[in-house]
Structure formats: structure tokens, C-alpha cells
């Protein structure tokens, strides 16, 4: 039973990180929250449904056929869609507001979420062909993963819950070699801790945003894609709660760190998992999961407020 | 501009061509006018010292340079080009700054700081990087190799991998003139580089510039210490509240009654500091 939902809040916890390093990254480069990472989250799973549904909508696939043509076309599609939509959003609503007070794009965050959640669901089921968004619809199962599951030391695991994890694993080393191994990971980490003197390196600091909000999305949109597999379904509101919670993950490693994002997200899954089954009675359950996620979130802000990786030393000391 | 005396020509025989020009550059705040149609030019070869009370406009006037303000009016023009107001596209360009509040990048050791300095003379891109490895590797071999050199050169070889942030106040200066260096620039703008630093670190600082300007690169140099400035520069020029007042050798800037009234007001005490005491004195002086 333990090692059954240790399983589980670890899949769900990557699911969790994938999306919080987003928040993270941006916002160690340009100090935002960006509210509406839950939808460039949501967007990847559109993208990914997009994708199936363009291929004419294959069912009864072979394993081999699902796993290797099916799954990567649809995270490709997913990493595009939301990478454009993260684009374009800087561009429109982040960039103009970007020597405003910090209140200003905090609230256009706000308004992007909630006007991407309205596009995809009136206009989504607008194109040809396409399912209406109004309500949840019915994410495409891929030969191999959906409702498979291997049996490892007396547990079951589905393959879902080993696709987070590895999706986890591989883009978090990807990310790691981007930041500390490439020009442009330097670039970034000059930016977050100086923007002004980055740019006199002959940084272009435009660009390095970009790549931070572009960074965020694809691994949001790899989230998206799992997120599809281990629940068969998506929606236009699913950026919401899974936003939220990527972003109390983020806070608890501690914002702006991007180890911290991952371990936080881990950390946030296996509580809730836990949580869900150990504590009895009328506070347990799954539908007090989110409260004690929450109740983590304040506890860490309480003892530890820069997070669980997150140092003391502030940047520029 | 008429206060400037007539020693640019001479100069400009002496040493190379004009390698900065900055033409009637003015920056207003508001009302505050904090920068006013001053005139500046750089050859190359030459170290000119930019001198003037605290609050005279002079790091102002740097943050024009580097593209850090956009001048209200005036332009910036170096080696033949137009300057565009973006500090990236100024420090490709070929101009380098350090600042007077030391600006490193505090959690980065050393030799990173020097690296990011080379970011805009390296050329793999954001995909690059990751595609094409094996060129990537030798760039980012070469890049070391003359961090490394550049490190040396400034005196910091044994600190390589230490933390900018723990590295003594004067060692912070060097690495941040390393980090310049990097950029490869035509011109170096120095922003106060000995504020803070005792007799024996302002004399070193002094021969490192020297040795910056025998590499072949022009100096731009603010500095308090007037000392430091008139053994170092050819021509100075003296800036008061956001005017031009006098540019010359040291020696003519030096014998220049004005600049020594602008500075310590009337002349009852040599010794005294160019502080917040002066600009009361310049009202009075100068109205």
C-alpha cells in the first residue's frame, strides 16, 4: 500500500514539476508570476489532441506504431502549440508591461489565463472535424501506455506513471545541460542575476526571455500530454488547479530555483498521495488532498520561506 | 560648446583616429536637466579622464554611451557608426564599461563572469549548442583558454574558481575590468576604478590601465582621485552640472581656476573633498 502511493505521488509529483519549472524560470529571469502557465499547460494537451485528431484519428494502433510515431507527433505538436501561445503571449501582453509597476503584468497574467481558457472553449470546437470544448473531452489512448500497467515488486504501476517520471527525468537533464552547458543557459543565468550588465555582455535580454518562456512551455506541454494519458481526459479548465499547484511546488523548493521546482513537485505529489491514505477519518480522503498540499505550502512559508532549496542569500547581496 | 579649449588637435596627431564622438548629448529627467549638449571625443590610444563635483552627470553620461539611458538629445557615434540607445548592440559594437557600484555576477565564480563577458564574440546559438557538439566544444575550449589568459592579465590567475561575491573589494574591481576586457572592445568606459581602494591598489590599478592602453584600446576614465587622473590621462575633461566646463592636458585643466572653484567652491581649504558641500558652493559660484 505504502509503495502503491509513494508510486503515485511521485508521478503525479513529476507532473507537478514539469509545469513548476516554468514558473520558475521565467520568473528567475523577469520576476513575474506567470499566472497563466496553467494554460500554456492546457494548450500542450489541446496541441497533442490536435495532432491525433489531424492524423484522422487512428484507433486499434500496434504498440510499436503508438509509442514510437503516434506519442512523439503528439508531444511535438503539444510542444508547438504551446511554445507559440508562450511566444506570442510575452510578446503581447508580458513585453509592453515589461518597466511597469509588478502589479501590471501580474494582472495581464490574469487575463491571459482567463482569455485563453474562453478561446479554447468556444472556438475549439469551432474547426471542422474538432470536438466541442464546453466540457471535458476524451484524450486519445496510445497503444502502450493507456491502460497499461507493469507489475514491479508486488505493485501496479502504470505506464502512464513511468512516462511522467521518465518525461521528468529526461527534461530535467535537457534542462540542466541547457543551463550549465550552453552559451544561452550562461546568458540566462547572467540575466536573472543582473539583467541591466547582462545586456552590456551584449546579451540580448529580449531573446533570453523568450527562450525562458519558451523553455517553460515545452515542458509544460510534455506535462500537458501526461496529464492526458494518466487521467484519459482534458479540458479547458485543466490549467487551472494544476497551475496552481505547480506553482505552490515551485514556492516550496523555492521560486526561481530550478532543482527546487522539481524536488518541490515531488515532494507536493507524494503528500498528497500520502495524505489521501494515512490520515483517517473525516480529514483524509481525496477530497482533502488539496487542503493538505495547501496546509505544506504555509507550513514551508512559515519556517522557511525561501523553500526547500531556495538559499538565504538573496542574489544581489 | 565654446568653453572646450583647443588642444583636441594636437591630440588628435598624437595618437589615432576618432574612435568615439558624442555630439551635443543631453539627458533630462523631467525638469532636471542631468546631462547638457555635452561634446566628448575619444582617439584611439588616447586615455581621457572625465572629471567634475558629485552629481556633475558624468555617470549619466556613460549610461548614455552604453545605450543603458536613451539621450533625450544628441548623438553617440563610434568608429563611423551611429550608436543605437541598446547596451547590446553597444557592447558589440566594441564598447566595455565597469561600474562605480562594482556589478558582478555575484553567484558566479571567476572565470564565468569572464565567459558571459565573451558572450557577444562567440556565435553558437540557442539550437546550436545543443546540435552541433563537437564545434561547440572548441569554442567553448578557446573561450577558456583566453578567459584564462584575460584573468592573468589582470592578476586574478589563482582565483579562478572562486565566487565573485568573496573575492576582496579590489580583486572585484579587476575581475569586473577582466570581464569587460572579454567583450573585446575598442573602447573601455571605467566608472570610478579606484574608488575605495588605498594608495598601493590605486597604483596598481593605475599600471593595469596602462597596460590596457598598450594593448591598443582607448580609456574613458571617471575618477575622483585627482592624483590618479592627471599622471594618467592625455586630456581631461571636466564636467559641471551637466556642462562641458574646460577639456585640456592635465596640466591646462589643472591650472584652470574654474574647475578648482567648481570643485571646492571658494579657495580656503585645498584639501577638501568634492561632497555634498560643493554643490551648495556652485549655486553661488556659478549663478
Redesign the interface.
Known amino acids: 500500500m505504502f509503495f502503491q502511493q509513494l508510486i503515485n505521488g511521485l508521478s503525479l509529483g513529476a507532473l507537478y514539476g514539469l509545469i513548476a519549472v516554468g514558473y520558475t524560470v521565467v520568473y528567475g529571469i523577469v520576476k513575474l508570476i506567470n499566472f497563466a502557465h496553467g494554460e500554456i499547460f492546457m494548450s500542450g494537451a489541446f496541441g497533442a489532441l490536435t495532432v491525433y485528431l489531424l492524423m484522422g484519428s487512428p484507433a486499434h494502433v500496434s504498440t510499436l506504431f503508438g509509442l514510437c510515431v503516434m506519442l512523439p507527433l503528439m508531444m511535438i505538436g503539444g510542444i508547438i502549440a504551446a511554445v507559440g501561445i508562450a511566444l506570442l503571449m510575452e510578446r503581447l501582453a508580458y513585453r509592453p508591461l515589461r518597466d511597469a509597476p509588478r502589479l501590471a503584468p501580474l494582472i495581464s497574467a490574469i487575463g491571459v489565463s482567463i482569455s485563453l481558457q474562453e478561446i479554447f472553449r468556444l472556438f475549439y470546437g469551432r474547426i471542422p472535424g474538432f470536438p466541442d470544448a464546453h466540457a471535458a473531452i476524451r484524450f486519445p489512448d496510445v497503444a502502450g501506455i493507456s491502460g497499461v500497467s507493469v507489475r514491479i515488486g508486488g505493485v501496479d504501476v502504470q505506464m502512464s506513471a513511468i512516462f511522467t517520471l521518465a518525461a521528468l527525468a529526461v527534461c530535467t537533464a535537457f534542462l540542466w545541460?541547457?543551463i550549465n552547458?550552453?552559451?544561452?543557459?550562461?546568458?540566462m543565468?547572467?540575466t536573472s542575476?543582473?539583467p541591466?550588465?547582462?545586456?552590456?555582455?551584449?546579451?540580448?535580454?529580449d531573446r533570453v526571455i523568450m527562450?525562458a518562456f519558451a523553455l517553460g512551455a515545452a515542458l509544460a506541454a510534455v506535462a500537458g500530454v501526461a496529464h492526458g494519458l494518466r487521467y484519459s481526459n482534458i479540458d479547458f479548465r485543466m490549467g487551472f488547479t494544476a497551475g496552481l499547484k505547480a506553482f505552490t511546488a515551485a514556492v516550496l523548493g523555492g521560486i526561481g530555483n530550478i532543482n527546487g521546482a522539481v524536488v518541490g513537485g515531488l515532494v507536493l505529489g507524494v503528500v498528497e498521495a500520502m495524505a489521501t491514505t494515512y490520515i483517517p477519518g473525516q480529514f483524509g480522503g481525496s477530497a482533502w488532498k488539496d487542503v493538505w498540499a495547501f496546509v505544506i505550502l504555509i507550513l514551508v512559508l512559515v519556517f522557511r520561506p525561501q523553500g526547500l532549496l531556495g538559499s538565504k542569500v538573496v542574489?544581489?547581496? | 560648446m565654446s568653453t572646450a579649449t583647443t588642444t583636441r588637435d594636437l591630440s588628435a596627431i598624437e595618437h589615432g583616429q576618432m574612435l568615439l564622438d558624442a555630439r551635443q548629448v543631453t539627458m533630462r529627467f523631467g525638469g532636471l536637466v542631468a546631462v547638457n549638449k555635452v561634446d566628448l571625443q575619444v582617439h584611439s590610444g588616447e586615455i581621457v579622464g572625465l572629471i567634475g563635483p558629485n552629481g556633475a552627470g558624468k555617470t549619466t553620461f556613460f549610461n548614455c554611451l552604453?545605450g543603458?539611458y536613451r539621450p533625450t538629445s544628441g548623438e553617440v557615434v563610434f568608429a563611423g557608426k551611429l550608436l543605437p540607445p541598446?547596451?547590446?548592440k553597444?557592447?558589440?559594437a566594441g564598447v566595455?564599461?565597469t561600474?562605480q557600484n562594482i556589478?558582478?555576477?555575484?553567484?558566479?565564480t571567476t572565470l564565468?563572469n569572464v565567459?558571459?563577458?565573451m558572450?557577444?564574440?562567440?556565435h553558437?546559438?540557442?539550437l546550436d549548442?545543443?546540435f552541433r557538439t563537437p564545434r561547440?566544444h572548441r569554442?567553448e575550449a578557446d573561450c577558456r583558454a583566453r578567459a584564462m589568459e584575460l584573468l592573468g592579465f589582470v592578476g586574478l590567475a589563482d582565483h579562478v574558481d572562486d565566487l565573485a561575491?568573496s573575492l576582496p573589494y579590489g580583486h572585484q574591481r579587476r575581475l569586473e575590468i577582466a570581464?569587460a576586457l572579454?567583450?573585446e572592445p575598442k573602447l573601455l568606459l571605467l566608472d570610478e576604478p579606484t574608488a575605495g581602494m588605498n594608495p598601493q591598489e590605486t597604483k596598481e590599478a593605475e599600471e593595469l590601465i596602462f597596460r590596457i592602453r598598450d594593448l591598443g584600446l582607448a580609456v574613458l576614465v571617471i575618477e575622483h582621485d585627482m592624483r590618479f587622473i592627471f599622471s594618467l590621462c592625455d586630456r581631461v575633461t571636466c564636467l559641471v552640472r551637466g556642462e562641458v566646463l574646460v577639456t585640456g592636458t592635465g596640466a591646462q585643466v589643472q591650472a584652470d581656476e574654474r574647475v578648482v572653484e567648481a570643485y571646492i567652491g571658494a579657495p580656503f581649504e585645498p584639501e577638501a573633498p568634492a561632497g555634498t558641500q560643493t554643490r551648495e558652493d556652485d549655486h553661488g559660484t556659478d549663478a
Open positions: 545541460f541547457f552547458r550552453t552559451r544561452s543557459g550562461r546568458a543565468i547572467a542575476q543582473d541591466a550588465t547582462a545586456s552590456l555582455m551584449g546579451i540580448d535580454v527562450i542574489d544581489r547581496a | 552604453t543603458m541598446r547596451p547590446a553597444v557592447a558589440r566595455a564599461r561600474f556589478r558582478l555576477f555575484q553567484n558566479m564565468e565567459l558571459v563577458g558572450y557577444c564574440r562567440t553558437a546559438n540557442a549548442a545543443v561547440h569554442e561575491r570581464r572579454a567583450t
